[in-house]
């Protein structure tokens, strides 16, 4: 730990004797009786509060030792929570792995309870002390020296042996402190120092000096020396100043009256933090350090103003904003919400009231030079000069939030801070509001739209909302919470005013075209108002037991509390029933359900939708009693009938933020109570008009006029997948709720049709509803099913003529929803399969499912259910043969293997279809198929449509085709000579490889035509001459392609292959030889080789070698 500067010298005077026991006086136990506090100690604890030392010094000419005693007695700090404060972050068990035991002020008080601290003096305003470490498996015992220096019940230093380097306190400072704080008659206490040594004469001094040095001579002899020769030398610096310092005598009248607070390590904490960027846990410890900062503002402690300074100076330091800016990228989410939090702290600290005009000149000064700095974050990401000027106390009326728009310059996280600094709190009317609960006006009769106090007598505050729900959250960052209540209470009361004169309005005009929208929505808004107003009034009702003092605060320290909510009656302001508790509902409810535009920017928002969540999640944790179902009634009318006011109501502009969120919560919270009014609220919220391409003509819902408002910025809803997510649950949650109810599933039904745009929600909505619907363990819905069903269909016809990965997944969805419902929706869908199905879906996976034997069990149909089905698929199959015979052929031919016409009029398909729309690959595929289904002749035809389709050159000796034509020839050559004979010449046509033609020629050679038969039938019959047709043709093709393939290949030969090359000579010579003058024509062809090939010596020789 740091020192801090040491206050100047000074003279005290002399003081009587001390008497220790004359310790603080507390309320006596049944039984026993004290004596009221003596007034000096009253006098003197109060003078110990707020005076420095000095100054009583020169308000007096002479004090009396007992005065100045009890004043050093009373000037030590006596509030725990301050050491606390100053010791440790505020942990809770949410945080996890985080041992409460290992906090600095938790070890403090160990060691203080385990007797470690020890030799404790307090002389004058400075106290000392050891503190032993006990021994552990890793460390011997220590003994660490404490020093602590104070004035005006605030520790103003701190040194400690053990060398502990932490923004805050280590455990043996707390230790030493809690030891004055709890056993202050244990405490030896002392006059300064000075006032000691001014008592004593020449030679108790110099014996006083020299057996310190003695004591101390390694460490002080230097400095003693140094010492002496500077006052023995009548023109030092030393001799120049009267007196001299005393670090015991108090602080003088300039010194700061501030707790000790080690910047350098402040700075150096909040530097490494930022380095981590993110990891290591270094953003939860950023949001302890501003947590920090607003305890320290609550206690209104000025290091608060002073820490934050410390912080935002390393965050406008942290190198990543200028990388950031120069490659045009968004920082990221988290380090974006710590720069909302820095600003909306500053926001809290201009604002304080009782703040001097000084320090908030320093402020101002301070933001504008952060704020003019080029890396400075903007408000809203790269959108920030959308919303009007924090200090335009706007109109809440028909013209609210009608600001000038005009173009400004971007605003940064300390914008508002800057203008916060125009604000004030000398309005009168302000002032009667936040300091006194009986301020009404019951004779005022005033019903404009600015009154100062509504029918009722009760104040109301106009203001700019954000702005006057910053000036509550100062009221409570400061330490103000009651009256930070009051204005809340007079704001809320001001909103629901407005909202009843805006129902009103909108009643008188309904008719009219309103040009009405808010530019600036409350959730979502930099300055939270909505939930400040709600965590306000929340605080009011919180049920804790922190009534019992301190001594609890320390026993739960970082321990996490299950908070209970109870109405707290308010007997001001509010009418009869109510509470604070039906207040903070209230006032949320009104602020989730404006209606607002959607901020430009990712992260403003994502900002809406992360607040209105979190928003609504505090409200989930009240329990709804009676009272709060008759507000959430109350608030679900005005939001119906609320006009352009509500994003509810009737009109709602094409892009203003979406209700589906919100509504779902009105929904569950309604349903047990109001069922009709929750299924208009959830139906009313399901629209999502920035979907919409067009607007109809008279369409009152989407008015044209907005359009000159707010330009068109589809598609740049950023968050536009989790709204259609955030749309698909609230359609989830009704459906799930409408199950066994006709009418209402029609209903969810028809509004998920007309409103959800995007076919993998439905698909979703279609799952959920069909899982709803087949419990385990109960029949099944059928009018939920048919619900599943009809989005089921609607999905297929969405993503008919579109890509989607998960279109096979989802018909195969489909197959198995319609199998549920029965045999009529399977028939359906076969029937009308050309909205729905591509034809190679309908035949591969519609079709061969519904003739499965699965589905016939599943069904339990009878053998007319089973026909019908079949004959649908038939036609089906059929259907889609002729739509596409490439993909459907096979399929078709398959389904109708068991009806002899239907599977002649499939086979008539591919043969129609064979000589222009099919490959050699599906030919030969359905030849294959024949084969196997025991029509030769059929395969055989296929087989020789297919050749004409195929072209095989020379090096295609790997091609995938080459088994399909080895068994397209070994098919005719089972068949018969003449099968044989008219597909050679096919082959020899398509086929330009050797080695491919060499082996379909060996195998004809080695059994006669038709031996052996499809069946294993043996055939008498000679084997058939290579000197005839038509093997003859088919020998001279071989050799043909050998020499060509021959010459083909030396073009481009390399070493490397021309043993290769020799094995395929040698192949060659083989199919040469079977030629009757075969001998002499490979002579021929070899020699011929050599003449033209002489170049290629080493090659010439390997072929000699080899062949001659």
């Known amino acids: 730990m740091a020192d801090r500067g040491q206050p100047p010298a000074k003279r005290l005077c002399c003081r009587p004797g001390f008497n220790p026991s004359k310790t603080p006086l507390r309320a006596a136990p049944a039984g026993k009786t004290y004596k009221p506090e003596s007034l000096l100690d009253i006098s003197a604890r109060k003078v110990a ?13 002479r004090i009396p030792e007992p005065v100045q005693r009890r004043i050093v007695y009373w000037s030590f700090p006596r509030n725990e929570r301050e050491i606390c404060m100053y010791s440790s972050f505020n942990y809770s068990a949410e945080d996890g792995g985080d041992d409460e035991s290992r906090l600095p002020f938790k070890r403090g008080i160990a060691l203080l309870e385990s007797g470690c601290v020890d030799n404790v003096l307090q002389v004058g305003f400075h106290l000392s002390g050891t503190v032993t470490e006990p021994a552990t498996q890793s460390e011997p015992e220590t003994v660490c020296n404490v020093a602590i220096s104070f004035d005006r019940c605030k520790i103003t230093s701190v040194t400690c042996g053990c060398g502990n380097k932490d923004i805050f306190y280590c455990a043996h400072v707390v230790a030493l402190s809690l030891y004055r704080i709890r056993k202050p008659d244990k405490v030896k206490l002392h006059l300064p120092i000075s006032e000691t040594l001014f008592q004593m004469n020449r030679d108790q001094l110099q014996k006083f000096v020299q057996y310190l040095i003695t004591v101390h001579h390694t460490e002080v002899l230097p400095t003693a020396q140094k010492l002496a020769d500077e ?25 700061e009256n501030c707790w000790h607070l080690d910047e350098e390590q402040v700075q150096e904490q909040v530097k490494l933090f930022l380095s981590q960027g993110g990891y290591h846990g270094s953003g939860k410890q950023l949001n302890l350090l501003f947590a920090k900062v607003r305890e320290m503002l609550k206690m209104r402690d000025l290091n608060g103003a002073r820490m934050l300074t410390l912080i935002t100076e390393q965050f406008m330091a942290d190198p990543r904003l200028s990388l950031w800016r120069q490659q ?40 504008k030079k952060w704020n003019c700095v080029d890396v400075c974050p903007w408000e809203d990401g790269n959108h920030g000069n959308e919303l009007p000027n924090l200090t335009n106390a706007l109109p809440q009326g028909a013209n609210a939030n009608q600001a000038d728009t005009a173009s400004r310059p971007h605003r940064t996280v300390f914008t508002r801070a800057i203008e916060a600094c125009d604000l004030h709190w000398q309005d009168s009317h302000l002032q009667h509001i936040i300091s006194s609960d009986l301020y009404t006006n019951y004779c005022y009769h005033g019903d404009s739209e600015n009154s100062l106090f509504d029918s009722h007598g009760w104040p109301l505050w106009h203001e700019h909302v954000p702005t006057a729900c910053a000036r509550v959250d100062a009221l409570r960052s400061h330490g103000y919470p009651r009256e930070a209540l009051r204005l809340a209470i007079a704001i809320v009361n001001t909103l629901r005013r407005q909202q009843q004169k805006q129902l009103e309005m909108f009643q008188a005009q309904r008719k009219g075209i309103t040009t009405i929208t808010n530019l600036e929505g409350w959730v979502g808004h930099p ?21 019992s003092g301190y001594s609890e605060f320390t026993e739960t320290l970082g321990q996490l509390k299950l908070l209970e909510y109870q109405h707290v009656p308010a007997h001001k302001f509010l009418e009869d029933g109510e509470s604070y508790l039906t207040l903070a509902v209230e006032i949320a409810l009104i602020g989730l359900g404006q209606q607002r535009i959607m901020p430009d920017g990712l992260y403003a928002q994502e900002k809406v939708c992360r607040n209105e969540e979190q928003l609504i999640a505090k409200l989930q944790e009240i329990e709804l009693d009676d009272m709060l179902v008759k507000i959430f009634r109350k608030q679900a009318v005005f939001l119906l009938e609320g006009g352009p006011y509500s994003g509810l109501g009737e009109i709602i502009y094409r892009e203003s933020v979406p209700m589906h969120t919100f509504a779902k919560y009105l929904f569950t919270s309604l349903l047990p109570h109001d069922a009709e009014l929750a299924y208009k609220i959830a139906l009313r919220a399901m629209r999502l008009p920035v979907l919409e391409s067009t607007v109809p003509t008279g369409d009152v819902s989407r008015p044209h006029h907005i359009a000159s408002v707010v330009p068109n910025r589809y598609p740049r809803w950023f968050t536009l997948s989790h709204i259609e997510s955030q749309q698909c649950e609230l359609a989830s949650t009704m459906l799930t709720a409408a199950k066994g109810d006709v009418m209402r599933l029609e209903t969810v039904l028809e509004s998920i049709q007309k409103n959800i745009h995007s076919s993998s929600h439905i698909f979703k909505l279609a799952q959920d509803a069909f899982k709803i619907a087949t419990p385990m363990d109960s029949l099944p819905d059928i009018t939920l099913l048919k619900v599943s069903l009809e989005l089921g269909l609607q999905v297929m016809r969405m993503t008919l003529s579109t890509l989607n990965w998960r279109r096979r997944e989802m018909v195969r969805w489909l197959v198995t929803c319609a199998t549920e419902v029965g045999v009529y929706a399977l028939d359906s869908i076969m029937q009308s399969w050309f909205t729905l199905f591509t034809p190679t879906e309908a035949t591969s996976i519609v079709a061969t499912t519904v003739m499965s034997h699965s589905t016939v069990v599943r069904l339990n149909l009878d053998y007319n259910q089973r026909e019908k089905l079949a004959s649908s698929a038939r036609t089906l199959a059929l259907q889609c043969a002729m739509k596409d015979p490439q993909n459907c052929a096979l399929s078709a031919l398959t389904l109708c293997e068991k009806d002899h016409i239907a599977f002649e009029t499939a086979y008539q398909i591919v043969l129609d279809a064979a000589t222009t729309g099919m490959s050699y690959t599906q030919l030969f595929t359905i030849a294959r198929y024949m084969e196997h289904r025991g029509y030769p002749m059929r395969a055989y035809k296929l087989a020789t449509l297919a050749m004409t389709h195929l072209n095989l050159g020379y090096n295609q000796d790997t091609h995938p085709a080459i088994n399909d034509v080895l068994w397209a020839c070994a098919l005719s050559h089972s068949l018969g000579k003449n099968e044989l004979a008219a597909i050679i010449p096919l082959v020899v046509k398509s086929v330009q490889c050797a080695t491919v033609l060499s082996d379909i020629l060996r195998r004809c050679t080695l059994t006669t035509p038709g031996m052996v038969g499809l069946h294993g039938r043996r055939n008498s019959g000679k084997l058939m001459s290579l000197d005839k047709a038509p093997l003859r043709q088919l020998l001279d093709a071989t050799i043909g392609a050998y020499i060509n393939t021959t010459h083909s290949r030396l073009t481009h030969i390399s070493p490397r292959h021309y043993s290769e090359f020799i094995e395929f000579l040698s192949k060659a010579r083989e199919t040469f030889l079977m030629a009757h003058d075969g001998h002499i024509q490979f002579t021929q062809f070899i020699d011929n080789l050599k003449q033209i090939y002489k170049g290629k010596k080493k090659l010439m020789m390997l072929v000699r070698e080899r062949f001659g």
């Open 328 to 367: 045009g990228t968004a920082m990221t989410d988290k380090y974006r919400q710590l720069w909302d939090e820095l600003g909306a702290l500053w926001m809290c600290i201009v604002l304080n009231p009782h703040c001097k005009p000084e320090q908030k000149t320093g402020w101002l000064k301070q933001l």
């Open 231 to 255: 006052i023995l030398s009548l023109n030092s610096e030393i001799n120049q100043v009267h007196g001299a310092p005393d670090p015991t005598a108090g602080a003088s009248i300039d010194d």
């Open 527 to 547: 300055l939270d108002p909505i939930g400040c107003l709600f965590s306000t009034l929340m605080d009011t009702c919180r049920v804790d037991d922190d009534n």
């Open 49 to 61: 509060e707020k005076w420095p030392f000095q100054q009583v010094e020169e308000r007096f000419t």
